[in-house]
């Protein structure tokens, strides 16, 4: 039974980033089928999906690395740095995400050497964003882990650094897997808001198709379809992942 | 084994925690060899005297050498000693993220920086030992509470400790399965390994222990080279109230 659980959970996996490179090379052909005004713009459609899930994986996998960095700065025993990852996560949790996106796109346009690409730019801001949400998660997680995990490393003569990597950051992130998974679904849903800084993601075409066809509600309906497409392939990758992780539990 | 050279030494060692005092001034030697059963009432300050000699906990005043090494605020003390002293915990503390195989191996391969080969072959032939070989790959959850103590054994004497702590491990298990544990430590004890048990075994103490502590309110308050003659004929009355309650009990 657990075996053939963990199989199902393997595919799931597989099968759910199968599924995103499918639709994400596939989108535009059902899409061209739809009438005006989605049809003729179903290129544009399935292109800005691509630029929306990159936004969200480039993001992601920096949110994730910032957010350890900044559990274990808010749990480090030197007072300096605990206050830097405090005033991180404070700043970030405190101030709305839209402001923070033109925040960088605005400090890029201060002086050449920090010119970037808008992509770029909204991989940074969302990447700070969800660091600091993670970063919660994750700190939650590193408190969870048993006491007598940590016990039974140290008497076993593993060092505090071997400790922290082999014993409770594997648990630690096991914990917050689901709160991680679902920052990232929230993640995906934000990154909309780089199309205020003129990334080419799903919801500058929404506006630019709309404002071409005067079409609003087709036009927004078929945005959000595309992202709950998106959104659901990757709860479903999160839960298997979770399930899969959760093996050692059971 | 009486005759064996001093291996740890504790002395004048105190340890509160706000009010409470859990060791009063204890003083005690225990030599090279010996298997000593530590007993007494919850609370009485047998399990914090173990966790001091590995530094779970960390005394107030006094002093602890173990094989030579001091146990003062040096951290590359704490961990040589933590090295050679393998602990046994009362709720097992295996790494629930790891499979059996990989919670055996993980210390000999950091710290005493084994190959993989060779901590696999160790761990196996303790497996073995112990009685678990068909079980290397399950992980801990999938494993009975005494398959799992027996487990903790093994991972401990993977370190080739020299001395072996074991902190009431039979205390959390079902009636069933407490006897192949302490007939792992009884064999253990046959070795020659030196052991602190604290434990409520008192089959196991009369039989095994070269001597016998009894603890009451953070004091020795009576010590027996004859278990046998300790456990029919108790001196200290406090020690003749707890063993009379024991013997009503079963």
């Known amino acids: ?250 | 084994m009486r005759d064996g050279k001093p291996i740890i030494t504790v002395e004048q060692v105190r340890k509160s925690w706000g009010a409470f005092t859990a060791l009063k001034d204890v003083s005690i030697t225990f030599r090279e060899g010996e298997v000593v059963c530590i007993i007494g009432p919850s609370g009485s300050g047998k399990s914090t005297l173990l966790r001091t000699i590995n530094r779970l906990e960390k005394q107030d005043t006094g002093r602890i050498v173990v094989d030579g090494i001091e146990l003062d605020n040096d951290l590359k003390h704490i961990d040589a000693v933590r090295a050679e002293v393998g602990m046994v915990f009362q709720s097992f503390n295996l790494f629930s993220h790891k499979t059996v195989l990989d919670n055996i191996t993980l210390a000999p391969r950091r710290v005493r920086k084994w190959s993989k080969e060779k901590a696999t072959q160790v761990a196996f032939e303790l497996l073995e030992r112990v009685g678990l070989s068909a079980h290397a790959h399950k992980y801990p959850a999938q494993l009975s509470g005494g398959q799992q103590q027996r487990v903790a054994i093994a991972r401990a004497l993977a370190m080739q400790p020299k001395i072996m702590l074991f902190d009431e491990p039979t205390s959390a298990l079902d009636p069933e399965m407490v006897n192949e544990v302490l007939l792992v430590m009884r064999d253990l004890a046959k070795s020659g390994m030196t052991m602190l048990v604290v434990t409520h075994e008192m089959g196991f103490a009369r039989e095994v222990a070269d001597r016998v502590i009894f603890f009451d309110h953070g004091n020795i308050v009576e010590e027996s080279d004859n278990p046998q003659q300790f456990f029919s004929n108790p001196s200290h009355p406090r020690a003749q109230a707890f063993l009379s309650q024991i013997k009503h009990a079963s």
Not at chain 1, 55 to 82: E, F, H, Q, Y
């Open chain 1, 1 to 250: 039974m657990l075996n053939k659980l963990k199989d199902r959970d393997s595919l799931i996996l597989v099968g759910s980033v199968f599924c995103l490179a499918l639709i994400l090379w596939l989108l535009a052909l059902p899409l061209s089928w739809v009438p005006a005004p989605i049809g003729p713009a179903a290129h544009q459609f399935a292109d800005a999906a691509i630029t929306t899930i990159e936004l969200t994986i480039w993001s992601g996998i920096l949110g994730i690395l910032l957010g350890v960095v900044a559990a274990i700065g808010k749990l480090s025993p030197i007072p300096p740095v605990r206050w830097i990852a405090d005033l991180y996560v404070w700043v970030i949790r405190g101030t709305p995400l839209l402001l923070q996106i033109l925040f960088f796109y605005g400090l890029s346009n201060t002086a050449p050497q920090l010119q970037a690409p808008e992509f770029w730019i909204g991989v940074i801001a969302l990447s700070l964003n969800v660091g600091a949400y993670n970063a919660e998660v994750i700190r939650a997680g590193i408190n969870a882990v048993a006491r007598g995990q940590v016990e039974a490393a140290r008497s076993l003569g593993l060092n505090s650094m071997y400790t922290f990597w082999d014993v409770v950051l594997p648990q630690a992130v096991r914990i917050s897997l689901p709160p991680l998974a679902n920052n990232l679904v929230a993640l995906l849903k934000d990154s909309s808001l780089a199309y205020t800084i003129g990334v080419v993601e799903l919801t500058m075409i929404y506006t630019r198709v709309q404002a071409e066809s005067f079409q609003p509600v087709p036009v927004s309906i078929t945005t959000g379809l595309v992202y709950l497409v998106l959104t659901t392939t990757f709860t479903q990758f999160a839960s298997a992942l979770e399930r899969k992780l959760a093996t050692g539990k059971r």
